[in-house]
């Protein structure tokens, strides 16, 4: 899920590591190009290795600092958090990025903004 891929993510942050790879899902995948997309991480993409499908994340670095510093899972398993698009506001007043899950797939809080799309929240980055 995509609560376990954020915390590999900062935690290979953390230990300066170039690259992780994690098991392959669409929604982690789609959750891994956004947040390379908004700048998060340099790039993600699918590997396959002996049949089996991972993720390749390659992690950006601000100087020695890691990019993404912290998260906060929104939509947990225990409870499930929907809001309109009306309802969708900015993180960190502009400096974060919401992730929000539409009926048309995983998109930004802007992107569902501007398609007049509301969801699941799924989790902010800052």
Do not use: C
């Amino acid at each position: 899920m995509y609560q376990d891929l954020l915390s590999k993510i900062r935690n290979a942050g953390l230990a300066r590591k170039d690259s992780l790879l994690v098991p392959f899902s669409d929604m982690d995948f789609s959750i891994s190009k956004i947040l390379a997309n908004g700048g998060y991480v340099k790039e993600a993409q699918k590997k396959t290795i002996s049949r089996k499908n991972f993720i390749e994340i390659r992690l950006d670095y601000n100087g020695r600092d890691p990019i993404l510093k912290n998260f906060k899972i929104i939509s947990r398993p225990s409870r499930h958090l929907y809001f309109g698009y009306r309802e969708l506001k900015t993180v960190k007043h502009g400096y974060g990025l919401g992730v929000v899950s539409t009926p048309k797939g995983v998109m930004t809080v802007s992107e569902a903004r501007h398609s007049k799309l509301g969801g699941e929240y799924l989790f902010e980055v800052w």
